[in-house]
């Protein structure tokens, strides 16, 4: 167990859906961030927040959303789902500050579009 | 443009020692980041490079050179456990001020007995 707890595990839903992750960071850190991995493209960054506060974003599509709460649980929102979208949704979450204190991983969301 | 690149397959003999480059072009570097990930499984964070030189750390050490755009990862006494991909990622600071984290497409690693 890293810590970062991720829920679902699974998610299988229809086209046009929308459907909500979860990641509880670990204990003490600040910092969250959400990556989409999928076999033809890998590992892509999709959004940081750091205590609140959006702090990087990457190729995230408009069609998603993320958002990052007082407790500092966050959410990522996706909607009028696609099949490309079938992806490993991972969190990881960090002190902040200096990456030298590392990034710890979630287990990840598996997200099956059909 | 941003650009990531590293060999897609190596093969090395357990006890052995493997190097995996990797280049990089960017244009507001901000750091080098290797991680390992093992089929099926969540990626893991092993290094932070962000000044040129050698990061040791027990059996893996990560080298940086910015004026080459070069980095490398050297795992020292192969073990059959190190059979992962290794992913080389790159931090990028805007002209805005903000970050993206831009991720090659990584290396398959196959330790052979």
């Known amino acids: 167990d890293s810590g970062v707890t991720q829920t679902p595990k699974h998610l299988i839903t229809a086209t046009g859906q929308r459907v909500t992750l979860r990641c509880s960071p670990r204990?003490?850190?600040?910092?969250v961030y959400w990556y989409q991995q999928s076999l033809d493209q890998g590992l892509q960054f999709l959004i940081q927040?750091?205590?609140?506060?959006?702090?990087a974003k990457g190729n995230i599509l408009e069609r998603f959303s993320a958002q990052q709460f007082p407790d500092l649980h966050s959410e990522l929102n996706l909607s009028s789902l696609e099949l490309g979208d079938s992806a490993l949704y991972f969190c990881a979450s960090s002190k902040g500050g200096r990456p030298h204190y590392g990034y710890t991983f979630g287990s990840g969301t598996r997200l099956t579009v059909v | 443009g941003q650009n990531i690149d590293q060999p897609t397959e190596m093969t090395a003999t357990e006890g052995a020692i493997v190097q995996i480059n990797c280049t990089y072009q960017?244009?507001?570097?901000?750091?080098l980041f290797w991680y390992q990930q093992h089929a099926g499984e969540a990626p893991t964070f092993l290094s932070y490079n962000v000044l040129d030189g050698l990061e040791e750390k027990g059996r893996f050490s990560s080298f940086l050179s910015r004026s080459k755009g070069y980095s490398y990862l050297l795992l020292k006494e192969l073990q059959m456990k190190d059979s992962a991909s290794y992913l080389c990622a790159v931090r990028d600071q805007e002209s805005s001020g903000t970050y993206k984290y831009i991720f090659g497409t990584g290396t398959r690693l196959k330790v052979l007995a």
């Open positions: 960017t244009s507001g570097f901000n750091g």
């Open positions: 204990s003490g850190d600040l910092s």
């Open positions: 927040y750091y205590n609140g506060e959006e702090r």
